[in-house]
């Protein structure tokens, strides 16, 4: 089995070169399952699928439950808390490339708030007085 993602082009090979490569190499079939999570709800779900792909459906609902019930606690305590600090997340360096999809997701639940991009967008390329900008 080959799990790879077609989220990112930038920082992953290109879905149809993953294809090209394990049609060269594989000597029998080989499952592939490419991600693209894009919100939290997505990552849930490639999760089950990367499960299924396996055949290991048995105890996925207890793991993700799990999953699921941690993020709650985060929550609950961020909940409590005064005041929400204003969160940029980097996703690369040159250029700058802010962290996008699901990153706002997490920032949000841990009691932040997230700058320069919403939930389910690509990550949004800024030049430095952009990023300034922001105040984070």
Same mark, same amino acid.
């Given at each position: 089995?080959?799990?790879? &993602?077609? %989220?990112?082009?930038? +920082? =992953?090979? !290109? ?8 049609? &060269? $190499?594989? *000597? ?5 399952? !490419? ?12 999760? +089950?699928?990367?499960? !299924?792909? %396996? ?8 793991? $993700?439950?799990?999953? %699921?019930?941690?993020? =709650?606690? *985060? ?17 690369? $360096?040159?250029?700058?490339? %802010? ?31 952009? $990023? ?5």
């Amino acid at each position: 089995m080959v799990v790879t &993602q077609d %989220l990112c082009l930038v +920082c =992953a090979v !290109s879905y149809g070169a993953v294809c090209a490569a394990v049609d &060269q $190499l594989a *000597v029998r079939e080989v499952a592939l399952v !490419s991600l693209h999570p894009e919100r939290l709800d997505d990552i849930w779900g490639d999760i +089950c699928r990367v499960a !299924s792909a %396996l055949d290991h459906r048995a105890g996925i609902e207890v793991l $993700l439950a799990g999953l %699921l019930g941690r993020l =709650a606690r *985060v929550e609950r305590q961020a909940e409590g808390r005064a005041g929400r600090p204003r969160v940029v997340t980097v996703e690369w $360096l040159e250029p700058v490339r %802010l962290g996008g999809t699901w990153m706002t997701e997490l920032i949000a639940a841990a009691g932040g708030t997230p700058l320069g991009v919403t939930a389910g967008q690509q990550a949004p390329i800024l030049d430095l007085a952009g $990023l300034e900008r922001l105040e984070p």
